[in-house]
């Protein structure tokens, strides 16, 4: 299990506002075109990776999940609640990541801080994703 924290201290909000700027870069519109229906084991599959960086995997409750298709890259965004290390709810977070056949669904933001959250948002709205 991957520490979120360190994931963000090893330049994962670099790598989010990196992607902002290539959709910018890129032109994207925020249109839905793009709009995929993920199966019942794509949805297993981003749940399940999801719940590896929570503190209380078996707390976790989803909320909306979306994804869009752009080539064979799947964005997909969504939102948990789960438990901290105190027992908590956190209230809902959102998350983003990648679904690839080859790679599977990889974790790329999840919750974090108010400009963290923002840069979810953005990313996923410039791909086609209103939350």
Same mark, same amino acid.
Do not use: N, W
């Given at each position: 299990?991957?520490?979120?924290?360190? @994931?963000?201290?090893?330049?994962?909000?670099?790598?989010? &506002?990196?992607? +902002?700027?290539? *959709?910018?870069?890129?032109?994207?519109?925020? !249109?839905?075109?793009?709009?995929?229906?993920?199966? =019942? =084991?794509?949805?297993?599959?981003?749940? $399940?990776?999801? #719940?590896? #960086? &929570?503190?209380?995997? $078996? $707390?976790?409750?989803?909320?909306? +999940?979306?994804? *869009? %298709?752009? /080539?064979? +890259?799947?964005?997909?965004? /969504? =939102?948990v609640n789960a438990k901290n290390?105190?027992?908590?709810?956190? /209230?809902?977070?959102?998350f983003y990541g990648m679904l690839? %056949?080859?790679?599977? @669904?990889?974790?790329?933001?999840?919750?974090?801080?108010?400009?963290? !959250?923002?840069?979810? @948002?953005?990313?996923?709205?410039?791909?086609?994703?209103? &939350?």
């Open positions: 299990m991957q520490d979120i924290g360190a @994931f963000y201290a090893m330049g994962g909000v670099a790598a989010v &506002l990196g992607a +902002i700027g290539v *959709a910018v870069i890129s032109g994207s519109s925020g !249109v839905d075109e793009g709009s995929y229906q993920l199966g =019942f =084991f794509e949805k297993r599959t981003v749940k $399940s990776e999801v #719940r590896e #960086r &929570l503190k209380d995997p $078996s $707390s976790a409750e989803f909320g909306t +999940i979306k994804a *869009a %298709q752009d /080539g064979h +890259i799947i964005t997909v965004c /969504g =939102f290390s105190y027992g908590a709810y956190t /209230g809902r977070k959102p690839t %056949q080859s790679r599977g @669904f990889s974790v790329i933001a999840l919750g974090g801080s108010e400009g963290e !959250v923002t840069a979810t @948002f953005t990313i996923c709205e410039r791909r086609g994703i209103k &939350l």
